[in-house]
Every structure is written in structure tokens, then in C-alpha cells.
């Protein structure tokens, strides 16, 4: 069964082996993921038969802006769906419904994926693990009426 739940400081060390299957967030610790949460207004998870599979986290403001971070699907659950679900878990968090941009940055090969749900293109390079450079952009969801 496959649903999506606020993730709670309980759920440090579960999000901490979720970040440790990513190259760039593999030297995360469970007790800075857990004090990141502390200070996370809105992190949300998709969870799978009791597995966290896919989450992310959102710094808002709760009236402009909030933007979302760290969002990650189990490296061996991708392609699943269980990224379209988590973002629109996120989007249509009761919490956020009253912000009018929520926004990200991504690589540039994710862009036709969160453009899929409803981020739109607003456009720095960086390395990336793979090798080579990448530019990133922020994405922006916009809340209608």
C-alpha cells in the first residue's frame, strides 16, 4: 500500500539511508538530517508498505515563497511513479496552498520531469559526481485560484 505522510524527527534515520543511496548526500548523518528536519517546516514522504521510498523537504514562509529541498526517490524505486506522487504530495500540501511560488533547483536533465508536474522553467553550472558540468535551474510551481 503506497501513501504519503508528513515525515517527523522519528524519521531521521529511515531519510538518512534514503540520502545515503545519493552520491551527493551519502556523507549525510542521521543526526544532522535530524536537526535539519527540526528546522524543515513541511517535509513530506511517500511510503511503501511502511517504507519511506521517496521525500522531500520545504523551507517556507507560508505567504510568498517556499522551496523544496533534498527531494530523492529510492535509488532502486525510481521509474515508478513514486516521484509524481511525492511532488504532488508536496504541491498540494494543506500547508502551503496560501504560497504563491514554490520553487526548486535541479539539474537540467530534470527539467522535462518537473516541468510534468507543473514547474515552469525561471533560469549557474556546477560539477556533478557523474563528471563534467551541468547547469542548474530553479523551477517554479504556481498556485492558481
Given amino acids: 500500500m503506497v501513501l ?5 524527527l522519528d524519521d531521521a534515520g529511515e531519510l538518512t539511508d534514503l540520502y545515503e543511496e545519493y552520491e551527493w548526500w551519502e556523507d549525510r548523518e542521521a543526526a544532522d538530517v535530524r536537526t535539519a ?4 517546516e513541511v ?3 511517500v511510503e511503501e508498505n511502511g517504507t519511506l521510498v521517496a521525500a522531500a523537504r520545504i523551507l517556507t514562509d ?4 517556499a522551496n523544496v529541498f533534498d527531494v530523492i526517490v529510492a535509488t532502486d524505486r525510481r521509474g515508478e511513479g513514486f516521484g509524481k506522487i511525492l511532488m504532488e504530495a508536496v504541491v498540494d500540501h494543506p500547508d502551503l496552498q496560501s504560497v504563491v511560488g514554490l520553487s526548486l533547483l535541479c539539474r537540467r536533465g530534470l527539467v522535462p520531469y518537473y516541468e510534468s508536474v507543473g514547474f515552469e522553467l525561471f533560469d549557474p553550472e556546477m ?8 547547469t542548474l535551474v530553479r523551477m517554479t510551481y504556481r498556485q492558481t485560484d
Wanted: charged share 30%.
Fill in 4 to 8: 504519503t505522510r508528513d515525515i517527523e
Fill in 37 to 40: 528536519l527540526a528546522e524543515t
Fill in 43 to 45: 517535509a513530506v514522504g
Fill in 62 to 65: 507560508y505567504t510568498y515563497y
Fill in 127 to 134: 560539477e556533478v559526481p557523474e563528471g563534467g558540468v551541468e
